[in-house]
């Protein structure tokens, strides 16, 4: 067994998967950069409102004003620096604490796929990525044909474990024999071309979209290691991502899947794909070699040893995070304890309405805040669904009106949620004086449980 | 095998650049509920005769001052008085319509943004100096506040209304209010014809988009319920929103608020009238929120519970006093029932009718979670 490890370690593959990836990964991720300023985005989520929301530990990670577009700015050039490969190592890492950083400012526009992509990032600074192709194997004139095979194995178990629990987390019973939230949303897309206001409207159809995502989601990473049924889950990547791309509002996430499960494919693919690049850039007169001396092929890329350890423990660690909502009683969809980070994509239709109290705790006199004075409708939306998101701001109100001059502030929300089309019900403790709760790790006890329970992952 | 794999990388570069237009729908399969025909109830039974009723009181208001300003005497005055009332009446349906042109001139702020500013209306009176067309700062110095102010606010009783305006000195108070009284029908006249101009554009948008028609109807509508309706007619004045007490002054139609409970009640049968789809000021239902929200939900529980929801507010909004700021004096906390139960509403229109119509606000990029 133990010989079987080390010679699992051992194995030397050619570079040209990283290449690739590195590539794709860096243009995407560059291009992701250009649109989200593009849309205005910048200003409309980071500079405008007044009030941001943290992630536990990380309040000090705020919006920098004006500078937020310099931020983006140096996010978006370390994206095309690692798509050509220049200074490798600097620019993933410059990319990936930009862009780690970016997603931290405000909970309000947490992705699984940002998640994802600050998860690659890091896996990508311990893999030698620029081996070859890149502007690095120019200048410094050296370029490896092969890597440990376990770096490309890594991007591949990152993928697998998004599929894997991504499908994982569809075995409900609201998924899976009520058909929701897939049922509200595509009856509502009846604008869809030809099939909207057909199939689309049909509950067979809901039922074989939910049963058939899970599936896909399950048996994908598995489908795509074996070499006879790669071509053909390749071939479902593209459907599957595309349909949900053209049906759901979800950005760039589609066109990172399907760049990134390339990687399965072996190295010959990954060769030719190479070559289409390379012919490209010669249109372009880009010259992809050293103008005089010839690059020295190297065979083999040594990868320090604690880049493997760092990598393994890392990918561990990401197989466990998605069950830490075990640890927690309660409905997860409900309470939300344990449902970021976890790969628990397009679960539910949950909306909110919150309304907050002030209270002067002496008089009993009180009044209501209007959202509109602290929160961007974006910020509202989210907010009114999320306990922890509601215990932030309520404390940032109460504290707000106690710098105000109020005396005796004590917050109080009226919070109405609905689940997957069940009837609204009261969110919060409407009797839990937010200023004397703490945000922890620990059970959120204020929350009223569902009156309805929810089987499954 | 090996060009199958080129195949798909182009499949996927080809697609991912040119999937996102929609192209038409083929109308010929249509077998569910079709939401364009809200559109054409809403607009066509609802919306239209609305403005139409509302212009020709406009209008009438309009002549009844210029009867007035010719011979002023109690009568006229007392049938410009009466003539503001029904227009503000049926105004109450027209307010939730913010959107296409009435949203572009501004009509709803420029035709009912209250309190109005005394010291505003003096002081464009007195220097006549104003622009009530473009200057935003006279928003609260226009429509049909200021009206109430200068018909009901100037003297404590309608006998020395009269003596005042017929003073000449007051000439400037006089023209002020013909002013703002040719402005409100401008405007209107404006966006009422725009309604009939743009009705087939209108109606035939019913996809689902943050810009097609019936989502924007749909997410005015529930704005005007929560913001026009619950928050203008009672929060404010009840004094929710503020650490001080109640504030009587922010009552709709204040200077004459024997009248304010009418307004809301009107305010609240339009709103039940548009969820339902009932034709105005007339019987006969059509497709509307509540038959779409039956048949997304496959029951009616949910629009009955909201049916039920506008009637209690009903309720409580009648036991109330006719004149809303002696309410607030005598008894405020029957205001703020009233309050809490236009919330109620709130609640389910915000969080159950919008999870349950999926309307698709793009704001950003969403995962669905």
């Given at each position: 067994m133990?010989?079987?490890?080390?010679?699992?370690?051992?194995?030397?593959?050619?570079?040209?998967?990283?290449?690739?990836?590195?590539?794709?990964?860096?243009?995407?991720?560059?291009?992701?950069?250009?649109?989200?300023?593009?849309?205005?985005?910048?200003?409309?989520?980071?500079?405008?409102?007044?009030?941001?929301?943290?992630y536990?530990g990380?309040?000090?990670?705020?919006?920098l004003?004006?500078?937020?577009?310099?931020?983006?700015?140096?996010c978006?050039?370390?994206a095309?620096l690692?798509?050509?490969g220049?200074?490798?190592?600097?620019s993933?890492?410059?990319?990936?604490?930009s862009?780690?950083?970016?997603?931290?400012?405000?909970?309000t526009?947490?992705l699984?796929?940002?998640?994802?992509?600050?998860?690659?990032?890091?896996?990508?600074?311990?893999?030698?990525?620029?081996?070859?192709?890149?502007?690095?194997?120019i200048?410094?004139?050296?370029s490896?044909?092969m890597?440990?095979?376990?770096?490309?194995?890594?991007?591949?178990?990152?993928?697998?474990?998004?599929y894997?629990y991504?499908?994982?987390?569809?075995?409900?019973s609201?998924?899976?024999?009520?058909?929701?939230?897939?049922?509200?949303?595509l009856?509502?897309k009846?604008d869809f071309?030809?099939i909207?206001?057909t199939?689309?409207q049909?509950?067979?159809?809901?039922?074989?979209?939910?049963?058939?995502?899970?599936?896909?989601?399950?048996?994908?990473?598995?489908?795509?290691?074996?070499?006879?049924?790669?071509?053909?889950?390749?071939?479902?990547?593209?459907?599957?991502?595309?349909?949900t791309?053209?049906?759901?509002?979800?950005?760039m996430?589609?066109?990172?899947?399907?760049?990134s499960t390339?990687?399965?494919?072996?190295?010959k693919?990954?060769?030719?794909?190479?070559?289409?690049?390379?012919?490209?850039?010669?249109?372009?007169?880009?010259?992809?070699?050293?103008?005089?001396k010839?690059?020295?092929?190297?065979?083999?890329?040594?990868v320090?040893?604690?880049?493997?350890?760092?990598?393994?423990?890392?990918?561990?660690?990401?197989?466990?995070?998605?069950?830490?909502?075990?640890?927690?009683?309660?409905?997860?969809?409900?309470?939300?304890?344990g449902?970021?980070?976890?790969?628990?994509?397009?679960?539910?239709?949950?909306?909110?309405?919150?309304?907050?109290?002030?209270v002067?705790?002496?008089?009993?006199?009180?009044?209501?805040?209007?959202?509109?004075?602290?929160?961007?409708?974006v910020?509202?939306?989210?907010?009114?669904?999320?306990?922890?998101?509601?215990?932030?701001?309520g404390?940032?109100l109460?504290?707000?009106f106690?710098?105000?001059?109020?005396?005796?502030?004590?917050?109080?929300?009226e919070?109405?949620v609905s689940?997957?089309?069940?009837?609204?019900?009261?969110?919060?403790?409407?009797?839990?004086?937010?200023?004397?709760l703490?945000?922890?790790?620990?059970?959120?006890?204020?929350?009223?449980?569902?009156?309805?329970?929810i089987k499954?992952? | 095998?090996?060009?199958?794999?080129?195949?798909?990388?182009l499949?996927?570069?080809?697609?991912?650049?040119?999937?996102?237009?929609?192209?038409?729908?083929?109308?010929g399969l249509?077998?569910?509920?079709?939401?364009q025909?809200?559109?054409?109830?809403?607009?066509?039974?609802?919306?239209?005769?609305a403005?139409?009723?509302?212009?020709?009181?406009?209008?009438q208001?309009?002549?009844?001052?210029?009867?007035?300003t010719?011979?002023?005497?109690?009568?006229?005055?007392?049938?410009?008085?009466?003539?503001?009332?029904?227009?503000?009446?049926?105004?109450?349906?027209?307010?939730?319509?913010?959107?296409?042109?009435?949203?572009?001139?501004y009509?709803?702020?420029?035709?009912?943004t209250?309190?109005a500013?005394?010291?505003?209306?003096?002081?464009?009176?007195?220097t006549?100096?104003?622009?009530l067309?473009t200057?935003?700062?006279?928003?609260?110095a226009?429509?049909?506040?200021?009206?109430?102010?200068?018909?009901?606010?100037?003297?404590?009783?309608?006998?020395?209304?009269?003596?005042?305006?017929?003073?000449?000195?007051?000439?400037?108070?006089?023209?002020?209010?013909?002013?703002?009284?040719s402005?409100?029908?401008?405007?209107?006249?404006?966006?009422?014809?725009?309604?009939?101009?743009?009705?087939?554009?209108f109606?035939?948008?019913?996809?689902?988009?943050?810009?097609?028609?019936?989502?924007?109807?749909?997410?005015d509508?529930?704005y005007?319920?929560?913001?026009g309706?619950?928050?203008n007619?009672?929060?404010?004045?009840?004094?929710?929103?503020?650490?001080?007490n109640?504030?009587?002054?922010?009552?709709?139609?204040?200077?004459?608020?024997?009248?304010?409970?009418?307004?809301?009640?009107e305010a609240?049968?339009?709103?039940?009238?548009?969820?339902?789809g009932?034709?105005?000021?007339?019987t006969g239902?059509?497709?509307?929120?509540?038959?779409y929200?039956?048949y997304?939900?496959e029951t009616?529980?949910?629009?009955?519970?909201?049916?039920?929801k506008?009637?209690?507010?009903?309720?409580?909004?009648?036991?109330?006093?006719?004149n809303?700021?002696d309410?607030?004096?005598t008894?405020?906390?029957?205001?703020?029932?009233?309050f809490?139960?236009?919330?109620?509403?709130?609640?389910?229109?915000?969080?159950?009718l919008?999870s349950?119509?999926?309307i698709s606000?793009?704001?950003?990029?969403?995962?669905?979670?």
């Amino acid at each position: 067994m133990k010989i079987r490890i080390t010679n699992y370690f051992k194995h030397q593959t050619n570079a040209a998967p990283l290449a690739v990836f590195r590539i794709f990964f860096g243009l995407l991720m560059f291009v992701s950069i250009l649109r989200f300023c593009s849309k205005g985005w910048i200003h409309s989520l980071y500079i405008d409102p007044i009030f941001h929301f943290s992630y536990y530990g990380f309040e000090f990670v705020k919006p920098l004003g004006t500078f937020t577009y310099l931020l983006f700015l140096i996010c978006g050039i370390a994206a095309f620096l690692v798509a050509i490969g220049y200074k490798y190592r600097l620019s993933i890492l410059v990319f990936f604490l930009s862009f780690t950083y970016i997603e931290l400012m405000d909970k309000t526009t947490y992705l699984n796929h940002y998640y994802f992509v600050s998860l690659v990032s890091f896996i990508m600074l311990f893999l030698p990525c620029s081996a070859q192709f890149s502007v690095d194997a120019i200048s410094r004139k050296k370029s490896y044909k092969m890597v440990p095979n376990w770096t490309i194995d890594s991007l591949k178990l990152m993928l697998g474990i998004v599929y894997l629990y991504a499908g994982l987390t569809k075995i409900n019973s609201d998924w899976l024999i009520k058909a929701m939230p897939l049922k509200l949303w595509l009856k509502s897309k009846y604008d869809f071309p030809f099939i909207g206001q057909t199939i689309m409207q049909q509950e067979w159809f809901h039922f074989f979209m939910s049963w058939g995502g899970m599936f896909y989601d399950l048996s994908i990473p598995f489908l795509l290691i074996f070499k006879k049924t790669r071509s053909f889950a390749f071939f479902l990547v593209v459907v599957f991502h595309i349909a949900t791309r053209i049906l759901f509002p979800i950005g760039m996430f589609p066109y990172i899947m399907i760049l990134s499960t390339i990687i399965f494919f072996d190295a010959k693919v990954h060769l030719r794909i190479l070559v289409c690049i390379e012919r490209i850039l010669q249109i372009f007169k880009i010259k992809t070699h050293a103008l005089n001396k010839p690059i020295i092929q190297i065979e083999h890329y040594k990868v320090r040893k604690l880049s493997k350890f760092i990598i393994l423990a890392f990918l561990l660690l990401q197989l466990l995070i998605p069950w830490r909502y075990l640890l927690y009683p309660g409905e997860l969809f409900w309470n939300e304890q344990g449902y970021r980070f976890s790969w628990r994509v397009m679960l539910m239709e949950k909306k909110g309405n919150s309304v907050f109290k002030i209270v002067n705790s002496k008089t009993n006199s009180f009044f209501y805040v209007n959202n509109n004075d602290f929160l961007s409708d974006v910020q509202q939306k989210q907010m009114s669904f999320q306990p922890d998101m509601i215990l932030e701001y309520g404390q940032y109100l109460g504290n707000h009106f106690k710098n105000q001059g109020h005396q005796n502030v004590a917050v109080y929300v009226e919070s109405y949620v609905s689940l997957n089309g069940r009837l609204s019900q009261q969110f919060i403790d409407p009797s839990a004086n937010l200023m004397d709760l703490k945000d922890t790790f620990k059970h959120k006890y204020w929350i009223n449980p569902l009156k309805d329970e929810i089987k499954g992952f | 095998m090996k060009k199958k794999h080129n195949f798909y990388i182009l499949i996927v570069l080809f697609i991912s650049f040119s999937c996102s237009n929609t192209t038409e729908l083929d109308e010929g399969l249509v077998d569910n509920f079709d939401r364009q025909q809200i559109l054409e109830n809403v607009t066509d039974n609802i919306i239209l005769p609305a403005f139409e009723d509302f212009t020709q009181k406009i209008v009438q208001l309009e002549e009844s001052l210029s009867l007035f300003t010719n011979t002023k005497n109690l009568v006229n005055l007392e049938e410009v008085q009466a003539r503001w009332f029904e227009a503000y009446k049926i105004w109450q349906h027209i307010e939730m319509f913010n959107i296409l042109k009435a949203e572009g001139v501004y009509f709803i702020q420029k035709m009912n943004t209250y309190p109005a500013s005394v010291s505003k209306i003096e002081n464009n009176i007195s220097t006549g100096d104003y622009n009530l067309e473009t200057n935003n700062n006279n928003w609260v110095a226009q429509g049909f506040p200021t009206l109430d102010y200068l018909l009901f606010g100037l003297k404590a009783n309608n006998t020395s209304t009269l003596l005042f305006y017929q003073n000449i000195e007051n000439i400037a108070y006089l023209n002020y209010l013909q002013a703002v009284v040719s402005q409100m029908v401008h405007i209107t006249e404006i966006v009422s014809q725009d309604w009939i101009v743009s009705r087939d554009v209108f109606v035939s948008s019913s996809e689902n988009s943050a810009t097609s028609s019936l989502n924007m109807l749909t997410n005015d509508f529930i704005y005007y319920f929560e913001k026009g309706l619950r928050t203008n007619k009672f929060g404010i004045p009840a004094g929710v929103f503020s650490a001080k007490n109640a504030r009587v002054g922010n009552v709709e139609a204040y200077y004459n608020s024997t009248k304010s409970k009418e307004l809301s009640l009107e305010a609240l049968k339009a709103v039940k009238g548009f969820f339902k789809g009932e034709t105005y000021n007339s019987t006969g239902t059509g497709a509307s929120l509540k038959s779409y929200v039956d048949y997304m939900t496959e029951t009616n529980i949910l629009s009955l519970a909201i049916i039920t929801k506008f009637d209690e507010s009903e309720q409580l909004i009648n036991n109330l006093n006719d004149n809303f700021a002696d309410q607030i004096i005598t008894n405020n906390s029957l205001m703020i029932n009233v309050f809490d139960k236009l919330q109620e509403g709130v609640i389910l229109l915000k969080t159950d009718l919008l999870s349950v119509l999926s309307i698709s606000v793009d704001y950003i990029d969403a995962d669905g979670d």
